[in-house]
């Protein structure tokens, strides 16, 4: 299951930067009942990743609203969080985040 800004996709695109060139950053984080676990820890690593990144930040409490109201109720599972720059371009360079056209 794939989501994107709050909403369910079918799939990821095959020009997403963070896939193409690692311009992103993720983590995986255990659930225990439902519940999200070292959400603090996990949240800091991952604003140090962005602010590297220089990615804009996110809203984290609402990320975690949402994320917790899709977790499922087992005993012990997991959710791999995904954030990415977006899709773009060719090229590492995060100027070049944009779609090109040749004329």
């Not at 609402?62 to 917790?68: C, F, Q, T, V, Y």
């Not at 087992?74 to 944009?98: D, M, T, W």
Request: hydrophobic share 35%.
């Amino acid at each position: 299951m794939h989501w994107r800004d709050g909403r369910p996709v079918e799939r990821i695109s095959v020009s997403d930067r963070s896939f193409q060139y690692g311009d992103g950053c993720f983590t995986t984080i255990l659930t225990r009942d439902g519940k999200l676990q070292l959400w603090e820890q996990h949240v800091k690593r991952m604003e140090r990743a962005l602010e590297a990144l220089r990615i804009e930040p996110v809203e984290w409490h609402a990320l975690r609203e949402d994320i917790e109201s899709r977790a499922l109720p087992h005993p012990q599972a997991g959710i791999k969080l995904h954030v990415s720059r977006g899709e773009g371009g060719r090229g590492y360079s995060a100027k070049l985040n944009q779609v090109l056209s040749l004329r």
